[in-house]
């Protein structure tokens, strides 16, 4: 029996016992079901030819997707380059190859990338304090910023907390580049030099680089990485990407209706998290990683920079899914998969990755935010696994397709459950507050302010770049409803304190207000 024979008896019998909704499979908010589109690149030579067929059944019958993007390489050639599905569910507008996506945290790789060319090319010292290229930085004792290097900030090593510039910086996006230094040096915390994984680190670092080379993380990006490697539907501005085909984002509900959600505006946009890309530009990025800089004949990146890329600075024992994570580097996880070595950075559901030993790299793009984190890279686990011809690839995904059903019914059961928490404030009682006093700014030192208006009986507050649905639920609770990417609200409490201020409480988060 053929692997496509193999894998639709088990997929038919794990549809029917954990996935199944009234259709064997659903439609796409009237969309119909997401297929293979046109204009796609399949190399037989390299593909069998029943593997497109277990990726669009794999898609299919996850459930979770409106659209995804699948890119391929090997050594020096793309080998599968297609869309699937839709990128703009108002229109049933198809994604294809050059349907342009935010790619998250896997911005890092490429910002990692640019400092490596910088400092193999004598522009900057990643092993220089970060003081040389900040040197109004002097955080609080015991934190010497004289020992702390320009490297230790892209290997998530550096030994302070940034007090708040992590969400600042990717949510309300009210704190300027400007005043990064000033931040970090009245709300900078100490800790331990281990690895822990956040924005912060890679985003002071690109400031540094740029202050010191007269230019900015956006534009060193699109100038040494984007430019010379040709990648023309990449960019470091959201306003920029949004004149061309660009995959809208939406998140499912437990109701199976896929649901439009806020897309980040530039000032959202930062070092460790602002670029959008296509599968075609993608893959022109592995085949480049894959081949240590050359695209064709020509030399785009130093092969030195390529190789201190990819170098493993810090070790690691963790794992994501089935990826044993060993190493860091300035950009890139050095991972175990089955014996073999997968390079990668993801971003939430962005999976970008290549395996230097085989020289196969993987690209897969989906507008399905949250959710399309628990299909893309379990689906990227299955196709190595046929590019690698493994003989259990179809039993293992078989198994990937139950895990997916399983977190399905899982985070629908917590997400009720979360809202039935807040809803348990609706017996609270009247509000100690008329509606119209919660008018006003609210003041948090590290985080900035949120501005309340109110109209009536509606509440609205604007933090930043986010605007809140404030709705009164009982006493002085209400819940926050921030509209990003599906989460569900926050609890806000409201209330006058004993000095008779008002005050609302995120979460032990103390907002102060003040009038005007």
Not at 32 to 60: P, Y
Not at 83 to 111: E, I
Not at 271 to 296: E, H, K, P, Q
Not at 465 to 478: A, L, M, P, T, W
């Amino acid at each position: 029996m053929c692997i496509r024979d193999r894998f639709r008896a088990v997929l038919f019998a794990l549809i029917i016992l954990t996935i199944a909704t009234d259709a064997v499979y659903a439609q796409v908010n009237g969309c119909g079901e997401i297929s293979a589109n046109a204009g796609g690149k399949v190399d037989r030579h390299i593909l069998k030819s029943d593997f497109e067929f277990v990726i669009e059944e794999f898609v299919r019958a996850s459930e979770l997707l409106p659209g995804v993007a699948i890119g391929i390489v090997s050594e020096n050639e793309v080998v599968f380059s297609q869309g699937f599905g839709f990128r703009d569910l108002s229109n049933c507008a198809p994604v294809t190859p050059d349907t342009r996506f935010y790619l998250k945290s896997a911005t890092k790789s490429f910002s990692g990338m640019v400092a490596a060319i910088l400092h193999e090319e004598d522009s900057i010292n990643l092993d220089a304090p970060i003081t040389k290229y900040l040197p109004r930085i002097s955080l609080k004792a015991p934190i010497n910023a004289d020992q702390i290097s320009l490297a230790d900030h892209f290997t998530h090593t550096q030994p302070y907390r940034a007090g708040g510039l992590n969400y600042r910086t990717a949510y309300p996006a009210n704190l300027n580049e400007e005043d990064f230094v000033s931040h970090l040096n009245e709300f900078g915390t100490p800790r331990d030099i281990s690895f822990r994984y956040s924005n912060e680190g890679p985003i002071i670092a690109m400031y540094a680089i740029g202050v010191h080379v007269g230019s900015t993380w956006r534009d060193l990006i699109q100038e040494r990485i984007f430019n010379p490697i040709q990648m023309p539907n990449s960019f470091t501005s959201m306003t920029e990407a949004e004149r061309g085909e660009i995959a809208k984002s939406y998140y499912l509900m437990g109701s199976g209706v896929f649901n439009l959600t806020k897309t980040k505006t530039d000032r959202q946009f930062h070092a460790a998290g602002g670029v959008v890309s296509t599968v075609n530009d993608l893959n022109r990025w592995l085949m480049i990683n894959l081949a240590g800089g050359r695209l064709g004949d020509e030399q785009v990146i130093a092969r030195r920079a390529i190789e201190h890329s990819h170098a493993r600075i810090v070790h690691l024992n963790a794992r994501f899914l089935e990826f044993d994570r060993f190493a860091h580097g300035l950009g890139l996880y050095s991972a175990d998969y089955e014996g073999d070595v997968l390079m990668h950075h993801f971003g939430g559901e962005t999976h970008v990755s290549f395996m230097p030993e085989h020289k196969f790299g993987v690209v897969i793009l989906t507008n399905a935010i949250s959710n399309g984190v628990v299909v893309s890279h379990r689906l990227a686990a299955s196709i190595y696994d046929l590019l690698l011809g493994k003989s259990d690839a179809d039993q293992k995904l078989a198994r990937r397709l139950e895990e997916i059903g399983s977190w399905i019914q899982e985070s629908e059961l917590r997400r009720a459950e979360y809202l039935a928490e807040l809803e348990s404030h609706s017996s609270s009682g009247r509000a100690s507050l008329a509606m119209h006093d919660l008018a006003g700014t609210y003041t948090e030192p590290r985080l900035g302010s949120i501005v309340i208006t109110v109209d009536g009986n509606e509440a609205i507050g604007r933090f930043g770049e986010i605007n809140i649905s404030i709705r009164h639920i009982g006493g002085d609770f209400y819940t926050a409803d921030f509209g990003i990417w599906g989460d569900p609200p926050e609890l806000f409490q409201i209330a006058r304190d004993d000095s008779g201020r008002v005050v609302l409480d995120w979460g032990g988060r103390l907002f102060i207000g003040h009038s005007g």
